[in-house]
């Protein structure tokens, strides 16, 4: 199975830049995924890193160190509507998503 | 392109009824559907994996009784709760998957037992 932890909430200004981290322990890594989530609403795909580095899209990053078991999102130049849940989602060897609790991320203006 | 639909987006239902949800890939065909349930502030757990022509596979402690998942298509793939309970009340998501790449999920069904 997957143990993946992240931070619960963090609240950042408007214009400012968060990093959110998330570290995971695998039976099997066949990539990671972030991805946002409104309340009541189905999470969008955000990125995907498999090999080890930065991804970068926009103002959104993505960070992997395989080795390290961590990954990290970066988001930049945060607005309003970027406060939502972040999740973070290893998938295994059967290519199977196991999730995150999630990390509720505020911005404030 | 690959857009996830799911029907109804919110039910009520009576303690004991059975509730039927559609998952439907609309412009492309699913080789795998996946089930999960989310709880209010809890992340989303998956119930089963689903491919088209085959049962679903569940994961431990999801009664594949309860949950029935039928496949019958590359586009379709519907979850029924029998018998349902309050403690079933939920957020139930499907998600696509083309190939082994992405999953892509549809907008999910609040499920409210009474």
């Known amino acids: 199975g997957q143990n993946i932890d992240q931070p619960t909430e963090m609240t950042a200004t408007e214009g400012a830049i968060v990093q959110i981290n998330c570290t995971y322990q695998?039976?099997?890594?066949?990539?990671l995924f972030w991805y946002q989530q409104h309340a009541g609403e189905a999470p969008t795909f955000l990125s995907y890193?498999?090999?080890?580095g930065l991804e970068e899209k926009g103002r959104f990053s993505s960070f992997l160190s395989r080795s390290k078991g961590y990954s990290y999102l970066l988001l930049k130049e945060l607005q309003m509507k970027d406060s939502a849940s972040y999740l973070c989602?290893?998938?295994?060897?059967?290519?199977?998503?196991?999730f995150g609790a999630g990390t509720t991320v505020t911005v404030r203006a | 392109g690959a857009v996830v639909s799911q029907h109804p987006s919110r039910v009520i239902c009576k303690s004991g009824t059975s509730v039927k949800i559609e998952c439907r890939s609309l412009?492309?065909?699913?080789?795998?559907m996946f089930w999960y349930r989310q709880f209010p502030k809890q992340s989303l757990m998956l119930m089963a994996t689903?491919?088209?022509?085959?049962?679903?596979?569940?994961e431990q402690g999801v009664e594949k009784d309860k949950f029935l998942i039928n496949h019958a298509s590359l586009t379709l793939s519907t979850l029924t709760v029998t018998s349902a309970h309050p403690e079933d009340s939920s957020f139930y998501i499907c998600?696509?998957?083309?190939?082994?790449?992405?999953?892509?999920f549809g907008p999910g069904t609040r499920l409210t037992v009474l």
């Open positions: 998600s696509a998957s083309l190939g082994d790449w992405e999953q892509f």
């Open positions: 412009d492309f065909q699913a080789t795998t």
């Open positions: 890193n498999v090999l080890d």
């Open positions: 989602a290893v998938r295994d060897g059967d290519y199977k998503l196991s």
């Open positions: 689903s491919n088209e022509g085959s049962k679903a596979t569940y």
């Open positions: 695998t039976s099997g890594f066949n990539g």
